[in-house]
């Protein structure tokens, strides 16, 4: 069964730093682009971050360009987002999705989230 | 980038009827939508994707179409387990933008 589960979440100052990573398997990770999409309290989805198969193309919302990266490790089954310049507005759940092979498309599996509260 | 507006943002209906919710885009394409089922305090589920094509062990009752700039996603035959916020987003191009939600309660 495809597996995904977020890890790196926690309550942290504006201004400070975090890395949230996401465990794939299940699956042959290296063959799917991977995501990452947050929802805020009480609020929609937003997505943040695409990665392609290869890391070859990156993609980010505007909200966070600048800001956070990220990254996979196809050897490890790993995708990570470094979330940089943390403001209270990235306050939310950040959820890693699989996409498919394209480098857009949708996003069939979810993990279950890693909570991240930016807070003075 | 393709911004996507979800209506309404709150549906009440009783089991049986038949519900439908609409995505209007910014901008005119075809096929690169997806539609997600929120439970609270779940991840969202992939329902539907290229507007129309029914995620593997989702309910036949769920169905999209459109085309354009209207998409819509449908319910028929409303059951309990219904009960939960749907979103609709498109993949068009790499905002990949979500719909407002559609909170689905039961009267």
């Known amino acids: 069964d495809v597996q995904l589960v977020e890890s790196g979440g926690g309550l942290v100052k504006p201004g400070t730093s975090l890395r949230l990573s996401c465990t794939a398997s299940g699956f042959t990770f290296d063959s799917y682009t991977m995501n990452w999409v947050r929802q805020a309290p009480g609020k929609g989805l937003e997505w943040v971050s695409a990665i392609s198969t290869t890391g070859g193309y990156i993609y980010y919302a505007d909200s966070v360009t600048g800001r956070f990266t990220i990254s996979r490790d196809n050897a490890a089954n790993l995708l990570y987002l470094h979330l940089n310049n943390l403001k209270d507005e990235d306050t939310a759940v950040y959820f890693c999705?699989?996409?498919?092979?394209?480098?857009?498309?949708?996003?069939?599996?979810w993990g279950q989230g890693t909570r991240v509260t930016v807070s003075s | 980038d393709i911004q996507m507006t979800q209506s309404p943002s709150t549906l009440s209906a009783s089991v049986g009827d038949s519900v439908t919710i609409t995505c209007r885009a910014s901008q005119s394409f075809n096929d690169w939508v997806a539609w997600y089922q929120q439970k609270p305090g779940r991840a969202p589920t992939l329902l539907i994707y290229k507007t129309s094509i029914l995620e593997s062990g989702v309910p036949s009752r769920f169905s999209g179409s459109g085309s354009g700039t209207d998409f819509s996603l449908t319910i028929n035959s409303l059951q309990p387990e219904d009960c939960a916020t749907y979103y609709c987003q498109q993949y068009k191009d790499y905002s990949l933008a979500f719909g407002q939600g559609t909170k689905v309660e039961i009267k």
């Open positions: 999705a699989r996409g498919q092979a394209a480098v857009r498309g949708p996003l069939h599996f």
